[in-house]
């Protein structure tokens, strides 16, 4: 199921000015281009973040993170809006006050999947959603291999978050290679099958990601004044005991109460503050994850 939007933006040739000058260098730029939102010049300090659509509860906050940093950093994002590590990568870019691009496999008129209507929204207010298909081409299953290159295309290198041996993800780093772009991977737990294709883009020789600083550095990439991670969080008592306990990994309520020796009541009380701070982002379950890592 899809959903419609009546305007569908505009066009750019290979011909030109406003067309991304990194798409012109790759092996098969598309002829045309459908843009909805805005280019900017400042689009070319970009990166790809991808992943598995039925990705963790780590896969998420990583990319979540990811987005938030880079965009942080001046870097736009680059990702799909696909399910899972796609659209936590956007809305990461979106609450770092940064840019980010959706590449489509269907027109940019159709909201796919439909449940990121309010997303694409957002990404069009501060970035752009972008299309070699026409207006009111469906999402068919074959078209979504072949945007792939474009979004490697689009990017300086490409993160792979989480992936399973076989998923499309591996086509991306396929085309970053191809296109002579840096190939990033986040390493998971070695029991998780979503670990399965970022561990083995890094026995290939992919860079390890275990910072933004990583990406900046291999990219040569100016880094911000001061990171997320470095800006004053000042915590003290119980909100600073029950946030040193939490991580990228989901801890659950009960847990925090156990090693914090508090009561879960007063547990849950910190888990709203941190959260209404933005510093903790609440899972189902009664888990709860930070929203950035100390580097």
């Not at 963790?56 to 938030?68: K, N, T």
């Not at 299953?141 to 989480?162: A, D, K, M, T």
């Amino acid at each position: 199921m899809t959903g419609r939007c009546g305007c569908w933006g505009n066009v750019l040739t290979l011909q030109d000015a406003a067309y991304p000058a990194a798409l012109r260098t790759i092996a098969d730029p598309p002829q045309r281009l459908y843009v909805r939102g805005t280019l900017q010049e400042a689009d070319h300090r970009a990166v790809a973040v991808v992943g598995a659509r039925r990705a963790s509860a780590y896969g998420l906050a990583v990319a979540e993170w990811l987005g938030q940093e880079l965009a942080r950093s001046g870097v736009t994002v680059i990702s799909g809006l696909a399910r899972g590590i796609d659209a936590a990568a956007h809305r990461g870019a979106l609450q770092g006050g940064g840019r980010t691009i959706a590449v489509l496999g269907c027109g940019v008129d159709i909201v796919y999947p439909p449940e990121h209507a309010r997303l694409m929204v957002q990404i069009i207010e501060a970035g752009a959603v972008v299309s070699e298909f026409p207006p009111g081409t469906p999402p068919l299953r074959h078209q979504f291999p072949r945007r792939n290159r474009l979004i490697s295309g689009l990017s300086l290198g490409v993160v792979v978050v989480e992936g399973r041996a076989d998923s499309g993800a591996l086509i991306t780093a396929d085309c970053a290679l191809e296109q002579g772009r840096e190939v990033f991977a986040v390493p998971g737990g070695v029991f998780a099958e979503t670990s399965a294709l970022p561990h083995r883009l890094l026995q290939q020789g992919a860079k390890l990601l275990t910072t933004v600083e990583d990406i900046l550095e291999e990219l040569r990439l100016p880094k911000p004044p001061t990171s997320a991670a470095a800006s004053a969080i000042a915590l003290e008592g119980t909100e600073a005991a029950v946030y040193a306990q939490l991580s990228l990994d989901p801890q659950h309520m009960d847990v925090l109460a156990l090693r914090c020796r508090l009561p879960v009541a007063e547990v849950a009380r910190v888990l709203l503050g941190l959260e209404l701070r933005g510093l903790v982002r609440a899972l189902p379950g009664q888990r709860y994850v930070r929203t950035t890592v100390e580097t």
